[in-house]
């Protein structure tokens, strides 16, 4: 990088009032002054744009709601920074991530984005916060530091490969999976991504179990199933790894199976056999949950993991099947229409 610097922080919100002045607060802190402090007001009826002109931030606007990928992107169209910071308005970054995210960029001049994680001192108390935050966290902390796709919670890329690749995703007017899908097009177009796993931020969001399910049902598992079958693109990493495979199809089994214990006592020892390697797949995991948590959290964490694999499982599986058989049949239709001509010859032309 000849050219000097530039950082800018892009902080999208839509009602995000009750973290931002948080969000704000840590970005104040950190040990490195960035060019610019974006937010992106995307159609709040709220306090944000009270807070943020507290801060002396830019305040950039983004008729909406029209999702986290617009605000990003109207963001990015703003700034001036040849580094582009996105943080979460829930996320609180630590007070070195700005001077990590300069100095990566710095020494590997052929790398395209970056991004971290959270840390494991979530802020909601409650335990699907906790189980889900630090299931992130793990997740995270045991991926490949060469990444195959991206997050923008705490995430920055070079400006010039932003704008070359057409920034975020724009058709989900939600928070879904538009900085994974981002990913996938920088790695398509042979751009690199890094993990920088001490690159960590907390993370302030209060999950409940209604809300767990619907984010990792609709916002999470089908749009990235889609993804995942449209792109024939499966990494073996994140939550993609082979081993949660693995589980997802052991749990769906050990659930199938689970009314045939009563008529069949054999069956009950295949269902515990699929319980068990599901608890020897992921044991890495739950030692995590016993170390950060106590053995009451992790033994409680078991369950909700299961279901976790069960709906995620049935997910990919329902659009895998619909998605092979249209494939079929497309493939079928052509074959026939092939058939036709072989047997039949082109048809003769009706044109005067």
């Keep these: 990088m000849s050219d000097p610097v530039l950082l800018s922080v892009i902080i999208p919100t839509y009602n995000g009032g009750r973290h931002l002045d948080s969000c704000l607060s840590a970005i104040r802190r950190c040990l490195y002054v960035p060019h610019e402090i974006i937010v992106v007001d995307n159609g709040s009826v709220d306090d944000s744009r009270q807070i943020a002109g507290q801060y002396g931030v830019v305040i950039v606007d983004c008729p909406g709601p029209s999702g986290p990928g617009a605000a990003r992107n109207a963001g990015a169209n703003f700034a001036q920074g040849n580094i582009l910071l996105f943080v979460d308005t829930d996320v609180m970054i630590h007070p070195d991530v700005l001077l990590r995210v300069l100095a990566i960029f710095k020494t590997q001049p052929d790398l395209a984005a970056v991004f971290g994680s959270y840390d494991t001192r979530p802020a909601a108390q409650n335990f699907i916060s906790q189980y889900k935050n630090l299931l992130n966290h793990f997740v995270h902390q045991h991926a490949k530091n060469e990444a195959s796709t991206f997050w923008g919670a705490c995430g920055a890329i070079r400006s010039d490969v932003f704008h070359k690749i057409g920034g975020f995703d724009t058709q989900c007017n939600k ?159 052509q074959w026939l229409e092939k058939g036709k001509v072989f047997f039949f010859g082109p048809r003769e032309s009706t044109d005067p």
């Excluded at 069956?267 to 056999?273: K, T």
């Excluded at 797949?281 to 299961?306: D, K, Q, T, V, W």
């Design 175 to 333: 928070p879904a999976i538009e900085d994974i899908e981002m990913g996938y097009r920088l790695r398509r177009a042979g751009y690199r991504i890094a993990l920088d796993k001490h690159m960590q931020g907390q993370h302030l969001k209060r999950w409940s179990f209604s809300s767990l399910i619907h984010t990792d049902i609709f916002c999470r598992a089908i749009p990235w199933t889609k993804l995942v079958l449209e792109s024939r693109t499966q990494v073996n990493d994140l939550n993609l790894h082979r081993s949660q495979r693995a589980s997802a199809g052991l749990v769906g089994v050990a659930t199938i199976g689970s009314p045939l214990t009563m008529i069949e006592p054999l069956v009950s020892l295949a269902v515990l056999s699929c319980l068990i390697s599901v608890f020897l797949l992921n044991r890495e995991l739950f030692r995590f949950f016993f170390r950060e948590r106590g053995m009451r959290f992790a033994m409680a964490s078991f369950p909700i993991h299961l279901l976790y694999f069960l709906y995620s499982g049935t997910v990919f599986s329902s659009y895998w099947a619909s998605h092979t058989l249209v494939r079929m049949s497309v493939s079928f239709l």
